[in-house]
């Protein structure tokens, strides 16, 4: 168990007290302490909060927490505190309370703070940008995908004096969210990594997700700096909103309009080489990442080195030495019946714009070991009315390429199984339970098997499967 929901809090009892601003006093030695929302990750002498959240509430593992060795837990429930014969800490709102000491500690950072938001990219470039500032300064990144309220919070809580750099990853599902988690990390610098699908369901048209993408200035002081995608169909809305702040923008992307430009993508065997035009300096490199999607997310990094004035060259090198989050386009290779097989895990997530682009990419893919390509997809979710349409659009695209062999999972998918491709066509599942045997696949050497589909399909687990049936062949 990891250490993401633990927060070094520079405080005694006395002065959390004065911070929470409670009545009365609690038995605790007078000394620094440890707070975590998890009660997996509690060790001896945290104080454990009780967040309650919309699927669970942690106020049912407070014995789990002492077990572990909280020396005591915050909670919001009085008659927990009034049965309870654990050492606890009453307040109104476990989650308020955080906050508070979030802020507490927040408000002593001098950190140079980047705000990163986006329809597809947003962890990759976070990953990115934080192997490269790293390799300078102090450099804090969200652990994870901390990018709704409680995620910030915890970031906020988690940053030391000591970092020169914050990096904020920022999400959202429906409409004005991210306007309050801007004036949550007051950024000095944004990025806006593309216009996509994702939430279209909740947030109604690609419209609508660019105006809340674009409210990630809001909490910005003037003379602050945004970078925005210059390919997007919404760069002139993006454009007038950062304008009419008083903020200076950057632009990237692939047009020659741009700032920061990838100005030409080429293939050798199994490798991308790039070059770049940065303000109208050439650079290039190469990476082992055959997903331009990916590639893509290196502009917004050179364009925040290049304001913070590191060498390009050394940057890049860098970003080349990055590796990816788990399940966002991560390879495996395992050796099979006297061959190879090579696994690519993109389960985390699916949106139309992170989906078109990986098959595609899938399908442009090379390899001397490669000799069958092997895709497995399951639903993109949170699609609304547009389910159908996108849903449809990705079995035509599907249709047009040269992968071999096609699978199905989830419901969504259910009605378009039959308009594939009878050649490309092999199983359908209605959901992740009825893939019973890694044996339905019918592996052989030198294939490449991708998996992808909207996180709660569950298709994270099968990737686990196919390692572990993998690494024991």
Known sequence: MNDNYRIKCNLNSS??????????????DNNEYILSTDSRCIKKNDIFIALKGDYS???????????????AAIVSDKKIFEESNFPLILVKDTFKTLSIIADYNFRNINSLKIAITGSVGKTTTKDFLHNVLSNYEPTFSAPESFNNELGITLSKAKLSNMDKYAIFEVGMNMKDEICHLSNLINPDIAIITNIGEAHIGNLGSKQNIAIEKSNIIEGMSSGGVVLLPRDSDYFELLQKKVSGKNLRYITFGHSNKSDIQITEISRVKDRILLKFRVFGEIFQTSSDIQNISILNNYLPVLGIANILNYDLDEILKNIENARVHRSRWQEFDFEFDGGQIKLIDDSYNASPTSMFDAIESIDSYRGEQIFRKIIIIGDMLELGDLSEKYHSELVNRINRTNIDHVYFCGEYLTPFFCKLSPKKRKKQFKSIEYIHSIDNFKLKRGDLIFIKGSNKIGLNNLVQEFINYLALS
């Open 15 to 28: 002065n959390l007290i004065n911070v929470i601003n409670l009545k009365g006093e609690i038995s605790l």
């Open 57 to 71: 509430d942690g106020h049912q593992f407070l014995s789990q927490a002492f077990n572990n060795g909280a020396s």
